[in-house]
């Protein structure tokens, strides 16, 4: 069902775990798959400078939110707004059609974490 990169990052994932004091944090769900992806981030000058993950789901949930993390440590926050699923599933070589949805659950959880740093920083 799953190709072998995706294997590789599920069994190895990176930055699992929780910012603690995280500047910005972005939690969603698929309910119709019982997926759920929180993502942390540590935002300086503008710039994620690192994200941790916590994911209860499948293997392509748990990959997807690896990879998504890994790529946007170091971006820019508009340019982390960019990234879309699709790069996410490029960057693990492809997902099983059925699968889709852990990779749109990753985009919208980066999406979420920036809006609520900069909610935050509104407030502030």
Request: charged content about 25%.
């Amino acid at each position: 069902m799953y190709n072998e990169k995706v294997m590789q990052v599920f069994s190895n994932p990176q930055n699992v775990g929780y910012i603690e004091d995280a500047d910005g944090v972005g939690k969603v769900g698929n309910a119709a798959c019982g997926d759920i992806m929180e993502i942390s981030l540590r935002i300086q000058d503008d710039t994620i400078v690192d994200a941790k993950f916590r994911t209860f789901g499948c293997a392509a949930a748990i990959a997807t939110s690896s990879v998504a993390t890994e790529m946007v440590k170091g971006m820019k926050l508009d340019e982390a707004l960019q990234l879309t699923n699709k790069k996410v599933v490029e960057t693990l070589q492809g997902l099983p059609p059925q699968k889709i949805h852990c990779s749109v659950l990753a985009e919208e959880a980066i999406k979420a974490a920036i809006e609520d740093y900069r909610a935050r920083q509104a407030k502030a």
